[in-house]
Structures are given as structure tokens and as C-alpha cells.
């Protein structure tokens, strides 16, 4: 079943990284999960051509642009139900989903539940953030009661689910926890999870940065957690805390947190990962009345639904021998849906025959209802990112309302795009500039001309700068800014692509201004200075 | 707090500071701007020993020459490619030391109309090249919410602000 992976390189970390630009917020939990992940796919071994990550919506389901490997960004909640296609089409592939408290719990309840109790070859990590991030801060069904979030601003009334209890509920066969900020223990837990043959599901406290960030601050805080997670291990004691001097015992049905001093080693509870009763236990344990459970929960085998759903598809076969699907589809009823001309044909006929037709009823532009705009929680949301939490000093203001037409810009010097270089160059040192900007017949900005290039691929290659035109040594379409944009913005071209000139244009790409590194340093220099 | 204060409490070599490439003095312009070229810099530091490769411990800087030089003594100028660096070089910059703060450093660079400024050991040794694209990466770097967090394509600036 398995092809290479034996035989080849091993892959590394560096493997499973894409080429795309991660986009999630700085101080996002999900970049701890993806080095993670990142991390255990070359231990699990798998190769990469055999592994898929299948999303829904959502901050987390950005997921599969991150891992280079196979990935689907699907459907609103409907990872699992792709992923259980996928699984049966093609069995040999180790397949992952990742979703959200939003996306899993609420838009595709139904199908998480239906995956796992179908108990289908699938890895299913849910990311909990308690708050729907990606849509800007509303409560989600894993959010505490009272929780004031922009859509509870009086505190949520209802009752939050229990990732852990939904999947118990399903008939999980595995189910484990770990949390963002616990490198080690997250890669350990997915290395398991990925280790089970059936649904695995994983619930991963991750904590979002800018909508709920408060949220897990008791289990992520290094200083304190051992004292809020319990670590399970099948077969071991459950004890725990910073000096080991704490252990779970049973009070009837009922969980105890109980001081090692005061009880026998034979009262603690013993973790038995395969014991469905203790499983629901410990997945009813809240923090901060419990300390949450982390790790394998449970972890039984049961039948793996695609092998059971292709091993039906055989016997049938063998017994009746293979289908034919056209014939099935002509099997059946049959009935034709007609245009509205056609129905108008129709009921002539009809009034004429008696004869049946089905009518289509075709909306009236005037029906549909007007849209109203809805902009207030966005600006509310954008006032919020303009407020950083600590204001390091005014710069933070500055580079965002001022804009590059204030840095004063100097009118650039232009040159059509058939000058010589002998003639560019003088032009350059005759205005005793770095740059010009090269247009073409009308006046639109076509590319740039700087020391740089004269420096790099002219002197002592060109013998006759008479004879060669700018067009052919200028960098053609240069990244321009508009005057309106913020300072912030020619900080990060100069910064992140080391541009030295950056020319200005109107709306119609013609040249209006040119800002150097000087410009923009001497402008913050100055204007902070006279405050 | 102004830019200046900001700077202050920053030496030049905490500034993530530019590269150069070094010749010694006599190398010819020719393979002065090959070795320019090959290193991908616009700055030049022409040092007093002879030998070719790395430079000896002992080397002590003695000129500057860099891309203003090529576009106003060089490019356009006839025989100028066999001639010795040291004829079209900035003889004995002014250099800081490794300690300068960044705020005197900027300051003595816009006093004196400078675009580079050599870093130097009290031994003599090159450490880099000050300019205003260091100052440039510093406030990237301090305010990366403002400056690194955004498209750099300025045509595909979104106007909402988006999580994932």
C-alpha cells in the first residue's frame, strides 16, 4: 500500500513549507500549530504526495495554502464531509482535516458529528479559540456564558458545547487535547493522532491574538500551567501539578481534586485510554474547577468505514456483478422541467388538449428585496486595529496619517524611453540626481533609472553609451505610490524590497513626484523634532 | 519621543548597517567596479594593503569610492576604466566607531550631505557601512504592525482589515 518513503530522502521540516505568505495576525496561535504540524509530518513519515489537508472556513482553515501538500480550502463546515469522500475514493492517503470552534462546531455541527460516528479514516484538528476570529470577534458556540464578545456586548446567555463531550457523543474512537502554546506536547499529541486507524479528533486550545486573547492565559502561562493541565498517559496515575502533589480521584461519579499528602496512591484514578465512562469524565472536566485534560483521552479500534463500505461494494459486486450507473439513472421517473415559453405553449395545448404541464415560476426583478449596507462592525473592528494596545511613541501615528505627499516630494526628472544613456546620464548629473523615471509617448511612468543600474550594468560593459537607450538598462515597471498612501507605505516597500527612489504617479500612471530614503528619514527627523 | 531620542539609545551597530566591498589602493577602476559588481554594492572602501583577498588585520582605510563617483568621474568619462582607483576616490572618509550612537551618526550624516559612513574599530577595522536604508529597517523593524503588516503591492491595499 504505502510506495517510497522507505527508499527516499526523509524530508524535513523545510519540506512542508509553502511558498505563501502566511496572512494569519502576529501573535496568531495558529503559527505555533502549523510549525508544529510541520514539525511531526517528517517524523509520522508519511510522504507528502499521500497527505491532504482539507479545511473549512475560517482563520484556521487558511491552513492548507501554509503545507506544502495536497490541500483543499473547501466549503463552510464542510471539511469532513470532502475529507470522507476523499477517504473512500482513496484510502491510501492520510488525510487531515483542520477546523475551527466556528466552522466545526457551528456551520458543519452536523457533518463533524456524522464523520466521527462513521468512524472514517480521517485526522480531524480543531482549533478552540472561543470566538470567531476571521469575522471579527463574534461569540462561538465554544464561548463561556457571559463572555462579552461584539456580539454579546451584554455577555452570552447560551450554553457553550464541549468540543471533547461532542466528540464522546459521536462515538469517537480517538479523542485527545493539547494546547498552542505547548509546542512539545501539541507534536506528541498529533504524532498519536495520526497513529490511529479510524477518526481521529483533536482539540487544540489556540489562542486569538486580537478578539480573545485572555482565553487560555491560565493553561498557556509557562510560570503556572503544570498546575492547570493534567498530562494523561494511559496507564499512568493521574497526578499533577508543579510539584507533582495532586491527583483526580472519583467521588462516586463524580471527579475530585485531592492533595497527594492526604490520600493513597491507590485512590488516584489510573488512566485507561480504552474506558468510554472515564473518557466522559474527563472530558467534563472544566478549568478552572479541574485542571483541563490534555493528551489522549481515548483511543479504542473500530471498524474503519471505508474498508467497510468497499468491502460492501464488493460482495455486492461479486452477487450482482458491477453496475451500470447511466442505467440506474434512466431507471427511474422521469420528468422534464420547461421554460416559461414553453409552459405558455403548453397551456395553449392544454386548453386545447387537456394535456399536463409543469409551470416555472420565474422571479420579478421588483421582488427582490433592497440590500441594506452594513459597515458598522468593520469600522468598529478597523478603529480597534488603528488603537495598538501599548503606543510605543507618536511615530505609530505619524506613519499611518501622514501620507507621502507630505514628505514634500521633489519634482522627478523624466526622460522618454528612447534617450541614449549618454544622454541620461548627463541628464542625471546635470541635475545632480540618483534617478529619473523613463515615460513613454504619453508621459506614463514606464521604468526607472538609477545609479544602481548605471553602477551595475552599464559602466565598463557598455562601450557606447551613445549608441544604447535607457529603455533597454532601466528596470521596467517599477512598484509606484499614489500620494494619498500612508508614509507606512513607502517605509515597507523601502524596507522589505530595499528600493531607494520611489517614484509618485496620478490615477493615470503619469509621474508626479520622487521620494528617496533621505526624504522620508529627514522628513521624520524633522517634523518630530519641531514638536 | 522624536526620532533622535529614538536613535539615541541605539549604537550604529545594533543598525542592521549595508555591506561594501574593499579594494586595495592601486586596483584599477576596471576591476574596482567588477569587484563591485560581483558583490552587488554601491560602496567602495579602498584600503592601504597591497595584497589581493582578504584584507590583513593591519589594513587601514584610505578611501571611498562609490556609485556617485561612477556616474560623475567614470561612466562618461573616456580612458578612465585602466586608470588607479585612488584618482577618483574620497580619500580618508569620515568614519564612526561600532559604539557611535545612531542618532549622531544620522546627525553627522545629514550635516554633512554624507550618504555612507564607514563603521571602524579603534584597530582600524571595517565593521560596515552606515546609511539611510538602516534607518530605514530600524523603524520597519520597531513598528512591524504598522510598516511589515501590509500588502506590499500598493495597488492591492486592502481597505478591511482581515484575520485569516
Redesign the interface.
Known sequence: MSTGATNDVPLTRKDFISDQTVRWCPGCGDYAILAQMQRALPEIGVPKERTVFISGIGCSSRFPYYMNTYGIHSIHGRAPTLATGLAIANPDLSIWVITGDGDGLSIGGNHLLHAIRRNVNLKIILFNNRIYGLTKGQYSPTSRTGAVTKSSPMGVMEQPLNPIAVAMAAEATFVARSIDSHPQHLAATLKQASDHLGTAFVEIYQNCVIFNPTEWTELSDRKNRDDSILYLEHGKHMIFGKNQDKGIRLNGFTPEVVSLDDVDLDDILVHDATSKPLASILGSMEFPDYPAAMGVIRDVRKPDYAAELISQVRTAQEERGVGDLNQLYLAADLWTVHTRKEVECASARERRDGEAAISVRRLDASSQASVMPITGLDEEYIDDLDKPEEKISDFQDLLVTDTVSALEPNIPITMSEHSSLARTIRQMNRHNIGCVLVTDEEDRLVGIFTEWDALMRVVGVVDDLAQQTVADYMTPEPLALKADLPIAQALNLMSVHGFRHLPLVDDNNHPIGIISFRDVVGYLNDVLEKE | ????T?LKSERVSHLAVSGFSRVSVGTSI?NT??Q??AD?Q?VCLVTDDKQVGPPSETAQLVGIFT??D???K???VPGM?DKPVDEVMTPHPITVGPDASAADA?RLM?ENHF?NLPIVDTSGRLLGNM???A???Y??D?????????P???ER?PH?????
Open positions: 519621543m522624536s526620532l533622535q529614538e576596471r567596479l567588477a563591485m559588481q552587488g554601491v556609485e556617485r561612477v556616474m560623475r567614470v561612466i562618461d576604466l544620522l545629514d550618504r546609511t539611510h536604508q534607518i530605514i529597517q523603524l520597519a520597531r513598528y512591524p504592525v504598522e510598516v511589515l503588516n501590509r506590499s503591492d500598493p491595499f478591511k482589515a482581515e484575520g485569516g
